[in-house]
């Protein structure tokens, strides 16, 4: 109750102590440590115009929930443009026919796979640095590459402030490029900021981590983050993310307030301190007053006053949990 009063909701009962033991907090980029709110900065197109690749990848984006496909869907420029064949590549593009032929669109990797021509070499030097970059192309060749942005959320940098002063080690695993992760990581004071990963490499950088001994809360939207959200000793959500991370999630974030995440783990690690007192005075109080009571010097109405006394200050202690 008083998680959830701080935007801590709790659905699954080993949350509150596996976050309490949690060593290391692991951060999707996209949409959660950033407002998730992508804008298209630039395109720069590579074989004819500007709006014909912006329709060619807003047709190919059109039913997907994550942010950057909002981004290029956002003027509806993909009018009169119709895909077939569609399918997404988690972590990695979509791909789709459009008048017979094949077309994709996400990691340079992904778009450049089926026909191996290099990147152009002046497109390194127009997209600003640490910014995300996608591509477009077909079976000819790269059509064009769009340039985004997505703004840190307001209260990030004092929650890496505030997890770290907890002792808290902290990562970011991100599927997109290793400059845009170093630039968040940069900000927030996170050096250990991994870019370029797909879901996989997610899963297994998170498992060497669990596999040296520590305890793994992982934080997400959802989107691409299922399998290392799975993974971790303890998933949270953000409130806003896919509705099938907020159902399989250990905690939900109610707000998308980052905020609440040092506020919750120190309201978790009390919790736990709490049930261990209560689990101390319990059996201290029991091992004292039994052998009492066996030998006649505890009468029955002593032994009520004193059950009843030992219970509400059971109750008492906790209770310091919705102040705390």
């Known amino acids: 109750g008083a998680l959830a009063a701080r935007g801590v909701l709790v659905t699954r009962g080993h949350a509150i102590e596996a976050l309490a033991r949690a060593d290391r907090f692991i951060f999707d980029k996209t949409g959660t440590l950033t407002a998730g709110q992508v804008e298209l900065v630039e395109v720069i197109p590579v074989r004819g115009e500007a709006a014909f690749a912006l329709a060619m990848a807003a047709a190919l984006e059109r039913g997907s929930e994550h942010p950057i496909a909002r981004a290029m869907t956002a003027d509806d420029s993909d009018a009169g443009v119709s895909v077939t064949a569609a399918r997404a590549t988690t972590g990695a593009g979509v791909e789709g026919l459009i008048d017979g032929r094949s077309w994709r669109l996400g990691r340079p990797e992904f778009v450049g796979a089926p026909h191996g021509i290099p990147i152009p070499p002046g497109i390194g030097s127009n997209v600003g640095a640490g910014d995300t970059v996608i591509a477009l192309g077909d079976d000819e060749g790269w ?167 030992s219970s509400l200050l059971v109750v008492l202690n906790a209770l310091r949990l919705q102040r705390g």
């Open 143 to 309: 059509q064009a590459f769009f340039r985004l942005s997505d703004a840190l959320r307001p209260e990030a940098v004092a929650m890496s402030a505030g997890l770290a002063a907890a002792g808290i080690r902290l990562s970011i695993f991100s599927g997109d490029a290793c400059a845009a992760a170093a630039r968040v990581g940069a900000a927030l004071g996170i050096p250990d900021a991994r870019g370029g990963l797909s879901p996989e490499e997610k899963h297994a950088a998170l498992k060497a981590l669990q596999d040296a001994g520590e305890t793994v809360a992982m934080v997400g939207d959802g989107v691409n983050d299922a399998p290392v959200l799975a993974r971790a000793q303890v998933s949270i959500a953000m409130g806003g993310g896919a509705d099938l991370a907020r159902a399989s999630a250990d905690i939900v974030l109610l707000g998308n307030d980052l905020q609440a995440l040092p506020a919750g783990l120190a309201l978790a690690r009390c919790a736990v301190r709490i049930v261990r007192q209560n689990l101390v005075w319990a059996f201290a109080y029991n091992l004292l007053v039994i052998p009492l009571a066996m030998a006649g010097w505890v009468t029955p109405w002593m032994a009520g006053i004193g059950m009843s006394a």
